[in-house]
Structures are given as structure tokens and as C-alpha cells.
């Protein structure tokens, strides 16, 4: 293993379109990494600018003397501001635990007796511009021990979220974190470590996890985490939605499987056997961790309607078009989505379109509305399959939920339809050996057998699909598949692979059941199903969700999409295969182009062998051009496309273009990294304690059929 020394360099920094400069001394030595330290922002975070990515193949750049003079670049400076150079050195004897479980409130184990330390309050500030969301997430931590610590949280994020910012806060230092080629990001980090100096390892484990790693807290000190990530917000059957995550749940892992999600009781690490655990409160525990949440809506329309199902709010109407929403300090126990919903008038927001420009080219973001001509036409007959999970996350509420909304679609079936019903844990079983006709006296049989589940068991979600698809498909039917699940699973790539190679001619709608559910499986279930997503929370009335769903599928889906841009000349854009088009459920298209003028774009289809075509005005001057978060959203799912394409067919060349794309536009990924050093001094004692975590599970959820216990 290479070590490093930290060395440091002052000396004035300089700025160009807004990013920071690296100049490179004549004399530079390979295998030099760069840590840059901004200190006097705490108060000015506006001021912060940031590393260059690097670029995959070059060498690490470093600062010399008179590396400025050589330019020769008529620049001027912004500010002196410290840089830290990573130098190879000898190991010492210094040394902390390398061992990474867990989530959520921390709890140290020291002298052998297991201590709270609190992660202290968890503070989120976001807001919406049509629909492009930005949010800053502070996370608190202190060590409240006589001896330092390393602390490490694993969080949840949206799947969706272009993550671009971490900046770590120790006293009145500020770290800002830089992107980094994973495996990079993690050597600087244990050595850093080793060697006695305050650092910071924001990683990846899925989409929707990542694990914060924070070495060297020294006792008394208190330690603020930044993370700032983009998001485009969900559009369902009129109302735009913003969801928070704040727990990740307890994942089921396959047997023999180790790169799973390990879900275990406090203080219990390594009982799941998992490379990556979740440590959680017992139900007679409670951390001491609460959150805050205020989110600002610019709807550019009237706002018409707004609601939290999920949480105590309060809201302000600041004007028509714009509001403020923060969480009641009653309701700040982070065990569940925070979810808020608003519906604006005529339905869309103003502009479908946002661009942006910048020095990389045009960047769009394009949301395409169903055409109202679908409500009119019918479906044909259905074979309606519905697949319950009734594993042991399901237990209580959850599986309640998900038998009322069986229990309504089986009552909207029509004559000619036909059902099924499968239920799985550990294994996977069905009501008849062949879909039933929906006549009264079978959908009653139904009825009974729907009644008779109940919950146990691990979720082998795998036996869930191949009963599902595997079984010959009545070509006089349109074939859907409705899975009902909280999604709560490890091998979230063995499912969607199986989906994509069997699949066939059916179609796969998702229903995520619960307060804190997998939102990264059940989106890309519905995905690779060419179907959509729900989600019903455990307080919610199950039939509205059963009867949209059946609203959506009672008209055919726009399907063949194509479109033509007009005058622009349009290039990458993601998903790189259109989705087919349901009633109620806009897609975003999000790519590059070029070309200043106004056009149309025509989007072209058919639905039930009906030709339909969609025009869209694109005028650049109307569309709102500051969006500058949207190089970052067009990275972040040119990434999730790349990662698609590693579960169908996997490519020794698809890593290493999503590393290129991370760097790039410093994201994260599951191949980057971000990592911050304080070298300004070494911390006193030779040993620290590494920090397990745990945190509540999730509202509704049963802790002792989920969570593993010795």
C-alpha cells in the first residue's frame, strides 16, 4: 500500500468562469495528491469554489513556487486560501480501526461498554424551480468521549440525486471535499487516518445509499457534514413530488450472497456476514437524533393545492406561485420519507423546457405530458397478475395496506379480464395453476385466499418474478404485473436483470407499501417492466392508489416514441430508449444540443394502433436558461444509464466510462469519490475507536422480523 505525507502550501488561488484553477509548477512530481482546505467560509459558504475533477489517465497535479509566474495568465486572485499535498511517507505505528458497519445515531464502543454517541440533529434546507429540485443536507455529529473516534453513517439519498458538494466543518475549519477515483479517495483516506489527521470518505454502496466515513474526531469536538446533490422531482397523476429520505431499511440478502445490505441489532457487527451493514435500535431505544426540513416551491404557475401525508408541516403561501414549508418540531423523529406533493394550475408548470449553457455546450431538460388524446380511447381485455410480498418486512401494517389495495383492484376487474395471485417470502405460491376469469365467484375465491396471507419468512423476491413471468402469456390479453413490496432487499441487480431477460410481453407496475420503502428498486422495477411506479403509505386509504393505477391502464399506453427536434441538433439523451407513455405520467427526457434559434420539437407515437403526435413550442428566450444544476442532473443520469447497461450485459469498459463521467462533472458514483483532509495538525493519541451506528427502523416495520440478532 503507498503512504503519503500531508504536507502544507499557502498561496493565493485563482479564479476563471467561477472555478478554481490548478497551476501546474514545472517541477511537478507524479504520484503527488492535492487536498484543498478553505478556511473563513463559515459564515460565506457562497464563496467556496472547488477543485477541478481529474481526469482519468492523468497525473495528480500539485502547486509549486513559481508554478503562477509560469502561466503567464492575467487572473486575478480571489483570496489565499491553504493546500494540502499529500506526500508518500513512512508508515507509523498510529493506527484506527479499518471496520465501516452501519447508520444513524452513532453509538462507540469503548472499554467495552457500548456508549451513545449522537449523531445530534440532521438539518435540510431545499428548494424547487419547476421541476428541478436543490437541496443542502447538514448532518451534526459530536464526540462526547475522552478518546477519539472515527464515525461512520450510512444514509439514504434519492436515487435520482447528482450529489456534487461535501464539505466537512470541524470547529471553525472548513474541509470541502474533492471527487476522486473511488479506490483513490479510499487510499488517501486510511492514510490520512493512519497518520493521525482529521478526514472525510463520502462513498457510494447503491444509488440510494451511500456510507460517511469521518476518522479523527478528537473528544469535545463537534463536526458538521454538507452535502449538496440536484434532483428532478416526480410528476403522479397531477402533482409534482418532493420526497427526503431519512432511514434506510432493513434489507434481506440471498444466502451465501456477501455484497449485500446487512440489517443487524446494535453492537452486533458482522452477524450478516455483508460487506456493508446497517446497525439498528432495539424498540426500547431512541437516539437522541432529530431532524429539521424547510423546503422553498417556485411553481412559476398558481399553486393550486399542497400536501404532506407523510408529516406534520407548516405552510406558508408566500405568493400565488410560491411557497415555504418547514417540518413541525413535533413530527422530527427521521424514521420515514418525508413526502410533500403540490398541484399547480392546468396541471404542468410553466415551461416543460429548461436549458442551460456554459462553457461544456447547451444542456435541456425536457418533461413530455401523455397527449389528452389517450383518455379517449380503450383498453382490451387484462390478465391481471398481482405479486404480494409476504415477507417478514411486511409484517403488520404494511401487508395490511397491500391486501386493501389488492382487495380494490380485484373489485375494478371488468368481464373478460383475467387474475392471478402469488405470494412470496422464501419461496413463492400462487392461487390456481392458471389465471382465473374475473367472474364474481372467482374474484370471491380470490378474496378468501387474499385474506388467509399472512407474513414470515426472508424475501427471495427472485421466486416472486419467476413465478410471474414464467408462465405461458394469454396473447387475447394485455398482461400487467403488479408487484406489491417494500422493496426491502440487498440484490437489488440479480431482480432487475431477471426482469430484463424474462420479462416478454408483459408489463411491470410497481406498488412501494411503507414508510421508508427501496424507491431505487421499485423506480427501475417499473423501468425495466415498461410500466410505472406507486407508493402507499402506511396511513394513506389503499383504494385511490388501486384506482388510479387501473385509470392509467384503462387507456393504451403511447408507445414507438420518436422524437424530432426541429432546428436543434440533439445529442446524449437519457434514458437513451424512450419509455412508453401512460395517462397521468409524464416522462423527462434530459440530453445536449446545439443551435440558438427557436423550434418545434414533434414528439411522434402511436397508441392502440392510433398514429399521435405531441408539438412543443422550444423557445430559448421563454425557457428558463439559469439552470445551472442541469450539466450535473444530464451527468447523473447519463450515469444511471451506463449502470443499466451494466445489468443487462455486463462490460469491462462501462466502469470505467462512468468514472470518466463522474470525474468529469464531480459526481458521485458507485466508481468516485469524495475526500477531505484537515492536515493542519495531527490529533493527539495513538489510537482511536471506530464508530458502529445504529438507527430506528423504519415506521411501521417490525424489528424482530427483520433486523438479525445473535
Known amino acids: 500500500m503507498t503512504h503519503f505525507k500531508f504536507l502544507r502550501a499557502s498561496l493565493p488561488i485563482l479564479a476563471s468562469r467561477n472555478r478554481l484553477k490548478l497551476l501546474l509548477s514545472g517541477g511537478a ?60 511517507g513512512d508508515r507509523s505505528e498510529t493506527d484506527i480501526s479499518d471496520k465501516t458497519p452501519g447508520s444513524g445515531a452513532l453509538m462507540a464502543k469503548i472499554e467495552h461498554k457500548e456508549v451513545p454517541m449522537p449523531l445530534k440533529h440532521t438539518d435540510v434546507h431545499a428548494s424547487v424551480s419547476g421541476y428541478l429540485g436543490s437541496v443542502e443536507v447538514i448532518q451534526q455529529f459530536h464526540n462526547p468521549y475522552s478518546s477519539k473516534i472515527e464515525a461512520v453513517y450510512v444514509f439514504p439519498l434519492p436515487h435520482n440525486a447528482a450529489v456534487n458538494e461535501f464539505i466537512m466543518t470541524i470547529g471553525d475549519r472548513r474541509i470541502r471535499g474533492i471527487i476522486r477515483e473511488r479506490a483513490e479517495a479510499e487510499q488517501i483516506y486510511q492514510e490520512a487516518k493512519r497518520q493521525g489527521y482529521v478526514a472525510a470518505l463520502l462513498t457510494e454502496e447503491r444509488p440510494n ?71 439498528y435500535l432495539r424498540p426500547d431505544e431512541r437516539s437522541p437524533h ?45 424514521n420515514k420519507d418525508f413526502v410533500f406533493r403540490y398541484r399547480v394550475a392546468g396541471d404542468r408548470i410553466k415551461s416543460a423546457l429548461v436549458t442551460h449553457r456554459d462553457e461544456r455546450g447547451g444542456f435541456f431538460s425536457l418533461m413530455l405530458y401523455p397527449p389528452q388524446e389517450m383518455k379517449e380511447l380503450r383498453r382490451q381485455p387484462l390478465e ?26 380485484l373489485g375494478l376487474l371488468q368481464p373478460g379480464d383475467s387474475f392471478q395471485l402469488i405470494t412470496f417470502s422464501i419461496t413463492a405460491s400462487q392461487l390456481g395453476a392458471a389465471p382465473l376469469e ?78 421508508s420503502v427501496n424507491r431505487y428498486l421499485l423506480d427501475h422495477m417499473a423501468k425495466e417492466g415498461r410500466g410505472a411506479v406507486a407508493y402507499l403509505g402506511l396511513k394513506e386509504n389503499a383504494a385511490p392508489i388501486m384506482e388510479a393505477f387501473f385509470q392509467r391502464i384503462s387507456h393504451p399506453a403511447m408507445t414507438e416514441v420518436a422524437v424530432d427536434w426541429g432546428g436543434w441538433h440533439v445529442t446524449e439523451v437519457f434514458p437513451r430508449e424512450l419509455p412508453d407513455l401512460f395517462v397521468g405520467r409524464p416522462v423527462i427526457l434530459t ?3 446545439a443551435g440558438g ?14 398514429p399521435l403526435q405531441v408539438l412543443i413550442p422550444a423557445t430559448l428566450r421563454d425557457a428558463r436558461a439559469t439552470h445551472s444544476a442541469l450539466p450535473g442532473v444530464w451527468a447523473r443520469m447519463k450515469i444511471a444509464d451506463l449502470s443499466q447497461q451494466l445489468v443487462h450485459a455486463p462490460d469491462p469498459g462501462l466502469p470505467e466510462a462512468i468514472k470518466k463521467v463522474a470525474l468529469d462533472y464531480s459526481l458521485m458514483s458507485a466508481f468516485t469519490a469524495f475526500v477531505a483532509v484537515d492536515s493542519s495538525r495531527q490529533t493527539e493519541g495513538a489510537k482511536g475507536t471506530t464508530v458502529p451506528v445504529a438507527v430506528p427502523v423504519p415506521e411501521g416495520v417490525n424489528y424482530d422480523t427483520t433486523v438479525e440478532e445473535k
Open 29 to 88: 512530481v507524479a504520484g503527488l495528491f492535492l487536498l484543498l482546505l478553505l478556511q473563513g467560509c463559515a459564515k460565506a459558504p457562497c464563496s467556496l469554489t472547488g477543485l477541478p475533477a481529474s481526469r482519468p489517465g492523468m497525473a495528480p497535479s500539485f502547486l509549486g513556487g513559481d508554478g503562477l509566474a509560469r502561466c503567464g495568465v492575467p487572473l486575478p486572485p480571489v483570496g489565499t486560501e491553504e493546500i494540502w499535498v499529500v506526500a508518500r
Open 209 to 279: 445509499i451511500f456510507t460517511q466515513s469521518v476518522a479523527n474526531i478528537e473528544p469535545g469536538k463537534e463536526i458538521d457534514v454538507t452535502i449538496k446533490y440536484f434532483q428532478t422531482l416526480d410528476y403522479v397523476d397531477g402533482w409534482y413530488e418532493f420526497v427526503f429520505p431519512m432511514v434506510v431499511g432493513p434489507r434481506f440478502n440471498p444466502p451465501g450472497s456477501t455484497n449485500g445490505i446487512g440489517a443487524v441489532a446494535r453492537g452486533q457487527r458482522g452477524v450478516s456476514r455483508q460487506n456493508r451493514e446497517v446497525e
Open 290 to 334: 432529530d431532524i429539521s426540513l424547510k423546503l422553498e416551491v417556485e411553481a412559476g404557475v398558481p399553486i393550486e393545492q399542497s400536501e404532506c401525508r407523510t408529516h406534520q408541516v407548516i405552510s406558508e403561501a408566500v405568493s400565488p406561485s410560491r411557497m415555504a414549508v418547514s417540518l413541525n418540531p413535533v413530527d422530527n423523529l427521521p
Open 384 to 409: 391481471l397478475v398481482f405479486v404480494l410480498d409476504c415477507s417478514g418486512s411486511m409484517f403488520g401494517r404494511p401487508l395490511e395496506q397491500a391486501k386493501a389495495a389488492i382487495e380494490r383492484g
Open 438 to 515: 374475473a367472474t364474481p365467484e372467482n374474484v370471491q375465491r380470490g378474496l378468501r385466499y387474499l385474506r388467509g396471507v399472512r407474513s414470515e419468512g426472508g424475501t427471495m423476491m427472485i421466486e416472486g418474478i419467476k413465478a410471474a413471468l414464467d408462465f405461458p402469456h394469454d396473447p387475447r390479453r394485455l398482461r400487467f404485473v403488479c408487484f406489491l413490496t417494500d422493496g426491502y432487499i440487498g440484490n437489488e441487480i440479480e431482480i432487475l436483470g431477471a426482469i430484463h431477460q424474462r420479462l416478454g410481453a408483459s408489463r411491470i407496475f410497481s406498488f412501494g407499501i411503507g414508510s
Open 591 to 593: 440530453g445536449r444540443f
Open 597 to 610: 434559434q427557436d423550434t418545434t420539437i414533434r414528439v411522434n407515437g402511436n397508441a392502440a394502433g392510433r
